[in-house]
């Protein structure tokens, strides 16, 4: 029999990742802008409210771009969410300040909010006009983009979510590849437990719905499964030991490797709910991923491919002796593709026990009378691409088994 033929897409920004790589952010910013002559840029430097200050991470950041006299506009403004208002305001500050490069630091709403203040630069309108189907026909202006945590992925993928004050629903602009994404494990260390729990979670939800997308393929599988092999192994064990760098470096990696794989692959359904869930009922985005996804799963398992899989995280997951002596999941692995299946999505609900996310929407104050809302706004491409398909009575059902 002929070997099935090898295609695949493949595309990322340039990417730097290592322990103390955050100092050489003053001489990247110089090498992107020098073949635009450029000597004596001024920065638009993105950031949340507090957390980068506080982890003394802003300091550090603003030492390393001094010492390469470079000047910034700090526009600490980015929240929990990237909102239009947000995106549209930097835009004018930016544009006001002639500033020549942007640069977000921190999580998934920074970088999101960094990428798109990046495109209205160069393209003109406001982010409405983009969600509306506007389309980036310019390169936006050259942008790095540096997390803080390890989950989000934003900084190699070429969308920005963005919250539309007036209807209240997320929606994506795309076509915004970063310059450059410079990750240092280094950041991360200041991340509280919480946090570290749920981009983590984010993390692994991306790389196993990357796994099984529809759109998956020779290059997105390779990427995920190293993902999934990092991810699952460090995320109870970095939220036992926070400063540990081997793990957050782990961490990191296996977030990076993810994103790469969705980024080339696409998501699932997990990642259909996570938006109106987040929006509806103010849950962070990772907490809700991974509550969900054992409930995907499940709904998923019937699909041949998608069980097959399945049973390779089993197996991976019981190479790796991940909590062996806790939770519910039997200590040894089934023989059938199907029964090994449902133990990955076992480990996987002992995992995210461990690191304390929930396996129940009711957990969250989210009750059946809110579940048609739900359905009703999930929509877009992650569905499209869940290897079973959906409809609004099926995304109920799993909704329901949730609760």
Known sequence: MAEAEIRFNFTSPRIIFGRGRINDLGQEVLNILKPRGISNPRIF??????SLRESGNLDKISMILKKSNINFELYGKAGKEPTTSILNDGKEIALEKKCDLIIGVGG????????????????????????????FLLPPKPFILIPTTSGTGSEVTNNSVVKNEKTGLKKSIRGLWASLALLDPELTLSLPKKYTAYSGADALV???????????????DFFSRKSIAYLGDTLPKVCDDLLNIDLREKMMLGSILGAISFANGKLG???GFAHPIGIKHDLPHGLICGLLLPHVMKYNIEVEQAAQKYSWIAGLFNYQKILVDYGTCPKSLPSSIKEKAKWAIKKIEDIFTYVDIPLKLSDLGIKEADLDDIVKDTTGSSLANNPRDTNKRTLRKILVHAL
Not at 45 to 50: E, H, P
Not at 206 to 220: C, D, M, P, R, Y
């Open 206 to 220: 991306q790389a196993i719905e990357a796994l099984v997308s529809k759109s998956a393929n020779f290059i997105s």
């Open 108 to 135: 998934g709403s920074v970088m999101d909010t960094a990428k798109g203040i990046s495109g209205l630069i160069t393209n003109g309108g406001i982010v409405e006009d983009y969600q509306a189907g506007r389309e």
């Open 45 to 50: 430097l993105v950031t949340g409210t507090t």
């Open 269 to 271: 359904a997990v990642h």
